[in-house]
């Protein structure tokens, strides 16, 4: 039976898929991506799973409904997975844990009957690293490509659909990915919080309800460039101040309400230190448990900017740069993963603890054709997207039965409404 142990080993040896020999980098449709894929489609194959990789790079394997022994093809799937991409200068787990435990789990329940074919995919492209647009591979699955992708480019200049050439796949076929809702039964992704909240309550395990929503803008505080020595202060309209208090109004607008905004990047025109700002140009990363909460915020940061920038005789533009709406994750499911949490001997195990994401996963894309749950496992000090990244040995094992738990559940609920 595969083990933490083996889980965590599984994390390591993917480290080595990596552009760099310093730090941990894998983007989609890179030879590392490749080598990703089919160290994972070696295991999936161990655990007894047909492999495929998917017109989008993605990489799954399938077991029947039934047994080995008396396969019932032809039945929907429960899907299992998370994404194998990383960021630049990345951690061990975000992503490719949740794939490696899926894997394990296919092996565990390799003899169990069960009333679904049983999948796990490994998503090529999450975090949008390469080419700036995030959930790549899982949209691609959900039906939800935009052909107008595959003119993005990456920092070398070379676009997603040169990429897809030069991985041996073809960006004009990408529509071959999508599943239909009729070939589903539900998608549950195992993946590190990515936050404090786990650690703080001395939990190894908590469930999903929802995935935030995020909306991001570039906003443009336009003034006037004139020389800083000649210039009095009456007469300054300086766009970098103006977008400072911007950035502050932000911080506590968000703060006060209980919402997660980000100003990830500040730029000032034209950047000269004896020249007042002429123009300053920021971007908003705003993320809410609702869409509700999230757009009634934006409301209010953009007519609290709208007025700083009145008083100080600036002009706004805003431009709405990104839009995906909260995914909440199915009620049944959740149950699933709370039974699957209930059945270990995580403290606290009989009253899990209930948490929305602020970060964005694969089960965003997919709650478009599916229902969708998640499983959040400690991460150490909250940390992701780092080198600093890390989890322990005891929430893998407790995660791993959980997750195995929350399947055999899920099998319960579907033999049931047959």
């Not at 539900?186 to 650690?199: C, F, M, S, T, V």
């Not at 006060?256 to 905004?261: H, T, Y």
């Not at 738990?405 to 579907?414: D, H, Y």
Request: a negative charge; charged letters at 25%.
């Amino acid at each position: 039976m595969t083990t933490a142990a083996d889980v965590l080993a599984r994390c390591a040896e993917l480290d080595r898929c990596s552009a760099s020999p310093h730090h941990l980098e894998r983007v989609h449709l890179t030879p590392e991506h490749a080598a990703a894929n089919r160290l994972a489609a070696g295991w999936m194959a161990e655990a007894g799973l047909r492999t495929w990789q998917d017109a989008a790079g993605n990489q799954w394997g399938r077991r029947e409904a039934g047994t080995p022994d008396r396969p019932d093809p032809g039945r929907p799937a429960l899907v299992l997975g998370s994404h194998l991409d990383t960021v630049p200068d990345a951690g061990s787990y975000d992503g490719m844990l949740g794939v490696v435990m899926a894997i394990a789990v296919a092996e565990r329940l390799r003899g169990t009957e069960l009333p679904f074919a049983l999948e796990v995919v490994g998503f090529g492209d999450e975090e949008g690293a390469r080419f700036g647009k995030a959930l790549l591979g899982s949209s691609a699955v959900a039906g939800s490509w935009d052909p107008a992708w595959e003119d993005l480019r990456d920092r070398a200049g070379v676009s997603l659909r040169q990429a897809f050439l030069d991985a041996g796949l073809d960006a004009a076929r990408v529509g071959e990915a999508a599943r239909r809702p009729e070939d589903l039964v539900g998608y549950l992704e195992a993946h590190i919080e990515q936050g404090p909240h786990l650690e703080a309550a001395d939990r190894s395990l908590g469930y999903v309800t929802t995935i935030a929503g995020a909306r991001r803008f570039l906003l443009s505080v336009v003034g006037e460039a004139r020389h800083a020595g000649g210039t009095p202060y009456p007469r300054r309209r300086d766009a970098l101040v103006g977008a400072g208090e911007a950035v502050v109004a932000v911080e506590r607008l968000a703060r006060d309400g209980g919402c997660l905004a980000t100003v990830g990047r500040l730029e000032v025109w034209p950047g000269a230190v004896n020249v007042i700002p002429g123009r300053a140009e920021l971007t908003l990363d705003l993320r809410a448990a609702t869409d509700a909460e999230r757009d009634a915020m934006w409301d209010r940061m953009h007519a609290e900017i709208a007025a700083i920038c009145g008083r100080r005789g600036l002009t706004l533009e805003v431009v709405e740069t990104h839009r995906a709406p909260a995914a909440p994750c199915a009620a049944w499911l959740q149950q699933a993963v709370v039974d699957g949490i209930r059945s270990t001997d995580d403290h606290g195990a009989d009253d899990p603890l209930a948490l929305w994401s602020p970060a964005g996963h694969d089960a965003m894309a997919l709650a478009a054709v599916t229902d969708v749950g998640m499983l959040f496992l400690r991460c150490a000090d909250g940390i992701s997207h780092s080198p600093d990244e890390d989890v322990r040995a005891i929430d893998v094992a407790r995660g791993l039965d959980a997750l195995q738990a929350a399947v055999l559940r899920v099998a319960a609920v579907v033999a049931a409404r047959a």
